[in-house]
């Protein structure tokens, strides 16, 4: 019997943190044989991953441009890959979530007729413009996949509900968690991958750390401002200090510099490696951030997550009590941080380490049903 050929295709940072796990299970199987393509949506970030989880791309795309429209990166997506495609021929193609490299390599499998594999299948958030463009990409990439591998079972319900009953939909966990055990596992090896922070750590002891991300599209202009004006609030208390990764995009660093930049216990710093990322969540008293992928890696770590957004496709931490959806009002953000902070039972029901998005052996299961 001769390999599975899988070909592995991802863009951004959160796709490589949530695939490295299924790329090295893959790697560890003799039964596939699999290769990565990495479109370039992102770089700097998308590079940090591939670095530490020993990722050497087969295709590399390079299509992160400043400025670029959501069209323009798409139809270079689509066309890049297809080119790979065409001349890899894999079995399969292993797509992650609802990003645009995701649904542009989902669509360029599906043109070619080769079975696509997506990996965090089934979110939903009943709202296409929350969050804006993902809701639309990953139910597109839905309607045509040929393996849901869904992290939750109500992912695999809202799959099942769409799809119907011949649908091949499994509930697999979401391999963050696999990513965040890894990388924990890592740190306890090797101390001095998460470092960096120390000087940070230093200087705001005696202090409650607040760890904010932001770089949702929909919360572009008006949300950013109302989160960074609610965080230049709170910044007032001389009991915290605020470490926020910014993120590379120019439209969020410019707003985060403006209203945030030159305030003592405010520190904007480059995006976190993710040891780094890791080591600050451990570190934090609570967490603000518009990540769906932080929202996943929190709860592990028994933090509270205040999610300045109205509506979230991760529901299963809002019913778990580890998160909150608190808008994008600065007054309702500022009032939400000040509860956790001033309340230690509201923070303690918070902060409960339980994870409703995994167990950790997501990858190997989703190995299992790409081996069929
Ligand atoms: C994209 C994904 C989003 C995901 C997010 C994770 C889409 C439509 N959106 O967000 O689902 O949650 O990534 O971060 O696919 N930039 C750099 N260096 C980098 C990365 C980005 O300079 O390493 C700058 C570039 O100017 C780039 C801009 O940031 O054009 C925005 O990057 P982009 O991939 O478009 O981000 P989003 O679409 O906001
Ligand atoms: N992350 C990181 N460094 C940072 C900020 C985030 O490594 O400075 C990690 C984080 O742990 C999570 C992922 O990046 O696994 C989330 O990526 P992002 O917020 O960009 O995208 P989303 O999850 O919202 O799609």
Redesign the pocket.
């Known amino acids: 019997m001769g390999f599975i050929r899988v070909l592995t295709v991802f863009g ?3 796709e490589a ?2 695939l490295f796990p299924v790329i090295h299970a893959l790697e560890a199987d003799h039964r596939f044989d699999n290769r990565t393509c990495v479109t370039g949506q992102h770089r700097e ?1 998308l590079d ?2 591939l670095a530490l989880a020993g990722i050497v791309p087969d295709h590399d795309l390079t299509l992160m441009r400043d400025g670029q429209t959501l069209d323009q990166l798409t139809a270079r997506a689509l066309t890049g890959i297809g080119q790979v495609l065409d001349a890899e021929r894999p079995d399969w193609v292993v797509v992650q ?1 609802d ?1 645009t490299s995701a649904f542009a390599a989902a669509l360029a499998a599906h043109y070619r007729k080769i079975p696509v594999c997506h990996v965090e299948a089934g979110l939903r958030s009943a709202n296409t413009h929350h969050p804006w463009p ?1 809701e639309a990409n990953r139910r597109m990439i839905s309607s045509f996949a040929d393996l849901h591998c869904a992290p939750t079972q109500r992912a695999a319900d809202a799959l099942r509900t769409e799809r119907g009953e011949g649908a091949q939909i499994h509930l697999t966990g979401n391999t ?1 968690v696999d ?2 055990e890894w990388v924990t596992q890592r740190i306890m090896q090797q101390p001095d991958l998460a470092c960096g922070l120390a000087e940070w750590e230093r200087r705001f002891t005696g202090r409650k750390i607040l760890a904010v ?1 932001t ?2 599209r929909e919360n572009l202009g008006a949300g950013l401002i109302n989160i960074a004006r609610s965080v230049h609030e709170i910044a007032r208390r001389s009991d915290i200090a605020v470490i926020f ?1 910014v ?1 590379p995009n120019p439209q969020v660093r410019s707003v985060m510099q403006a209203e945030l930049g030159g305030r003592d216990n405010v520190a904007l710093i480059e ?4 040891p ?3 080591r ?2 451990a570190i934090s008293h609570l967490v603000l ?6 929202q996943e ?1 929190a709860p592990s770590l028994g933090k509270p997550v205040l999610v300045p957004r109205e509506t979230t496709e991760r529901p299963e931490g809002i019913e778990a009590g580890t998160a909150k959806l608190v808008g994008t009002d600065p007054i309702v953000i500022e009032r939400e941080i000040a509860r956790l902070l001033d309340d230690p039972a509201a923070h303690a029901a918070m902060a409960r380490a339980h994870n409703p998005y995994g167990d950790g052996r997501a990858a190997m299961r989703i190995g299992d049903l790409l081996a069929g």
């Open positions: 951004t940072r959160p943190i949530k970030i940090q991953v979530g990003t993902e963050v990513a965040l991300t770089h949702r990764p993120h995006p976190l490696d993710y780094h990322f890791a600050l969540l951030t518009d990540s769906g992928g932080v890696e």
